[in-house]
């Protein structure tokens, strides 16, 4: 680990002018990220801030929605009984992340802002185009089994790793920010970049900017709301496929939906021709098979993660299907 200078922040406004005055900073809350890719030599911040003492850990319900803080801690959030009854999902895929002692420790900001759990990204010693512009992608061609099938590009075809991304873009969230030229409210469908040909910006995230919080919409679909995830292993493991499905079903007839897939693209991906697919229909074996098909009509495979494909029909046809039936 390279030497760097540590300070801590008090409030959001001190963190990012101190952010503002060193454009090699990083923020750490938890810390059960920034901490892996320093140790691994993929980031080498001058300045690590400390914001655990800014004051944004708290959960706030309306009747309009929720708002979530920031530094709000993965196990409180999906303890809370306001988030397990009007938002299940978000329950769902907190509950489904990393082991219950890294949700503990770690920041719902923190886990928003993961990077890759590409290989060859977190190897140092390898080409990648996310953290060495221009020296290549050797997942294109190499080991890919949990690469991206769908939204990647010539120059990356990495995943995004947060379920609680995928959750979120389902619940169609907002991303509170602070940066030095103030508040932004960023939709989080467009707070993911896709790679095109530069995979090294992730986020839309400018520098310095600090995320304070997140907006979720309380929507007659966050109630009717499920998480499903399918990995190697049964704990602390990430998503092969997962798939966050929201339904607004009124008598018998679907009139809204989101369906949402991780551990398939380089953001969370909003399946928008299988909600087309749904939508002014009655949930039926032939609907639930157009709208699992049209969720992965444009996958690209690769020679590793063609099994993906038709695990995503499999996982969304039944999380669809869970979520069937009169409201």
């Keep these: ?58 959960l706030e319900v309306t009747d309009g929605g929720m708002r979530i803080g920031a530094l709000a801690r993965m196990t409180d959030v999906a303890r809370d009984p306001a988030v397990r009854e009007r938002f299940p999902v978000l329950c769902q895929a907190l509950l489904a992340s990393a082991s219950g002692q890294v949700r503990n420790m770690a920041s719902v900001g923190g886990n928003l802002m993961q990077r890759t759990r590409c290989w060859y990204f977190r190897d140092a010693t390898l080409p990648c185009n996310t953290r060495a512009p221009g020296s290549g992608c050797p997942a294109i061609g190499g080991e890919n089994r949990w690469h991206a099938v769908l939204g990647g590009s010539e120059a990356c075809i990495k995943v995004h790793p947060s379920d609680l991304a995928v959750a979120l873009t389902a619940l169609d969230a907002t991303v509170l920010t602070l940066g030095p030229d103030g508040p932004r409210h960023i939709p989080i469908a467009e707070f993911y970049l896709l790679p095109g040909a530069t995979p090294h910006l992730e986020t839309a995230l400018r520098p310095g900017e600090l995320m304070v919080g997140v907006d979720i919409p309380a ?12 990995r190697d292993r049964a704990s602390f493991e990430f998503a092969l496929v997962s798939v966050a499905a929201a339904l607004e079903v009124r008598g018998g007839t679907v009139s809204d939906a989101r369906i949402v897939l991780g551990g398939v693209a380089p953001r969370p991906w909003l399946a928008r021709e299988a909600r087309e697919a749904l939508l002014g229909g009655k949930l039926t074996e032939a609907s639930l098979d157009a709208a699992a098909d049209a969720a992965v009509r444009t996958a690209v495979p690769r020679a590793h993660n063609a099994f993906k494909i038709d695990l995503v029909r499999r996982v969304v046809r039944r999380a669809l299907a869970e979520l069937g039936g009169e409201q």
């Design 1 to 58: 680990m390279r030497p760097f200078r540590y300070s801590r922040a008090s409030t959001p406004a001190e963190a990012v002018a101190l952010a503002t005055g060193d454009p090699n900073s990083a923020y750490v809350a938890g810390g059960t990220e920034l901490l892996n890719v320093m140790k691994d030599g993929v980031q080498a911040p001058g300045l690590v801030i400390d914001i655990n003492a800014v004051p944004l850990a708290g």
């Design 219 to 230: 929507t007659p679909m966050a109630a009717r709301s499920s998480y499903a995830k399918v």
